[in-house]
T-cell receptor
Framework: AQSVSQHNHHVILSEAASLELGCNYS??????LFWYVQYPGQHLQLLLK??????LVKGIKGFEAEFIKSKFSFNLRKPSVQWSDTAEYFC?????????????FGSGTRLQVQP | EAQVTQNPRYLITVTGKKLTVTCSQN?????MSWYRQDPGLGLRQIYY???????DKGDVPEGYKVSRKEKRNFPLILESPSPNQTSLYFC????????????FGSGTRLTVV
């Protein structure tokens, strides 16, 4: 079974600091990759996704992620975080070359941005 | 508005008392799924459905049932809830093609005492 690892469980940053959250997955075939954000008390919302093409993907709210196939990674970045980015972030992977539609999620990274 | 609607948002129940959490989507999506979210574990898939009358187990199906009699509805049934099913539950849906993400419902926080 495939797995998704998010190594940073809790990250605390000051406003304007740069952010990078790690995500690694284990599936060796074609993958579809996602980052979701969950603000306190809310449901998951899609930040960005990668299916094919340019491995640098831009999403909403100034977030971007880079797919590095050789490293099985899809790290999330933002040059300058804001207090409103305080949330939990989930990386998710779907097998792109099978009939499976299931998303496998990482355990999440809680980001706390201090004003 | 395109959305996935779950009810109830909050539920406290006692061990062994059957309950159903409803999920409905208005986007004509073929694929629907239930996840539970627990601290430190992320989201784990319980059951999914590729289309009407087609359901299958996810990673943590024990203690749960589902049905898909209509395309828009995908209820989650706990026949005899236990305290280890205390969790935050999310329903999600997506079109059938490969290149789509999920749309999530607002979640149901279930407490079993």
């Amino acid at each position: 079974a495939q797995s998704v690892s998010q190594h940073n469980h809790h990250v605390i940053l000051s406003e304007a600091a740069s952010l990078e959250l790690g995500c690694n997955y284990s599936y060796g075939g074609t993958v579809n990759l996602f980052w979701y954000v969950q603000y306190p008390g809310q449901h998951l919302q899609l930040l960005l996704k990668y299916f094919s093409g340019d491995p640098l993907v831009k999403g909403i709210k100034g977030f971007e992620a880079e797919f590095i196939k050789s490293k099985f990674s899809f790290n999330l970045r933002k040059p300058s975080v804001q207090w409103s980015d305080t949330a939990e972030y989930f990386c998710a992977v779907k097998q792109g070359d099978t009939g499976r539609r299931a998303l496998t999620f990482g355990s999440g990274t809680r980001l706390q941005v201090q004003p | 508005e395109a959305q996935v609607t779950q009810n109830p948002r909050y539920l406290i129940t006692v061990t062994g008392k059957k309950l159903t959490v409803t999920c409905s989507q208005n986007m004509n999506h073929e694929y629907m799924s239930w996840y539970r979210q627990d601290p430190g574990l992320g989201l784990r898939q319980i059951y999914y459905s590729m289309n009407v009358e087609v359901t299958d187990k996810g990673d943590v199906p024990e203690g749960y049932k589902v049905s898909r009699k209509e395309k828009r509805n995908f209820p989650l049934i706990l026949e005899s809830p236990s305290p280890n099913q205390t969790s935050l539950y999310f329903c999600a849906s997506s079109p059938s093609g490969a290149n789509y993400g999920y749309t999530f419902g607002s979640g149901t926080r279930l407490t079993v005492v």
